[in-house]
């Protein structure tokens, strides 16, 4: 009995080895990644990435801003002020002399201001400007067969064929600011007005019916700087209102100067 316990015991044992053995030499699987079964997936197009807005205003650039061509209000600026130096005041009666024909000088003593201007000379003291006075008014009678109250258009023909001047324009219906543009390209301005209409304190009253005055610039507050030879000292630099000369601006008309039409006389150097 003992011998047949001992064998069965043997043999267990033998069996137990082998069982052993056989699993120390079986291979081991590496693990396995779970997958998930996926269906084809459908492809979605990028889409713009929204910009970010904002209320704020851009920030100024440090560059300046050029303008462009089609931008001509920095080009043609009329200047905020304008003095035309070398126009230079001379009196319609020099000699301090109203009687006649002194009183009906105004035409001829603004087309000696402007002329001289125009050539660049100047203007000589009351005795020079007495004999150029009547120099005008001997052209005058002899083109016009008078001298007195000359229109606008007769003054040109003053300053074109008795001063040889080549840059004189007739300006019709001029506007304030053709006006000052032409001061400010250099140009000395002759305004026929209805004299009575300037409402200027130095006149004998009531004041001439017609009367020629000559622009030389205009201010920032509003006011035009005339040589007006109306006076024999208080019409140099005198200054008036933009608005008054633009409702006095009249020409002769006859003498119904109230009605006459609007013009200016523009003069520049002689070149």
Known sequence: MKLLATIIIVIGMSVGAWFLLSQQNEPVSAPQATVT????????????????TTSEEPKPSNTPTVPSSEDTSSTNMIPASVVLKDVHFASQAPLKNWDYPYQEFCEEAASLIAAFYALGKTIPGPDGVNAELFRIKEFEEKE???????????????????????????????????IKSQLAQGKAIMVPTAGRMLGNPYFKAPGPLYHMIVLKGYTSSGYFITQDPGTNTKGENYTYKFSVIMNAMHDWNGGDVNNGAKVVIAVGKQK
């Not at 079964?37 to 970010?52: E, F, H, N």
């Not at 000359?150 to 324009?169: H, M, N, S």
């Open 144 to 178: 016009f067969g008078f001298y007195e109250d000359t229109t606008a258009q007769e003054t040109t023909r003053i300053l074109k064929e008795f001063y040889g001047l080549t840059d004189v324009t007739l300006m019709q219906n001029p506007s304030l600011e053709d």
């Open 37 to 52: 079964p996926t269906t084809p997936s459908t492809i979605i197009p990028s889409l713009p990435v929204p910009q970010k």
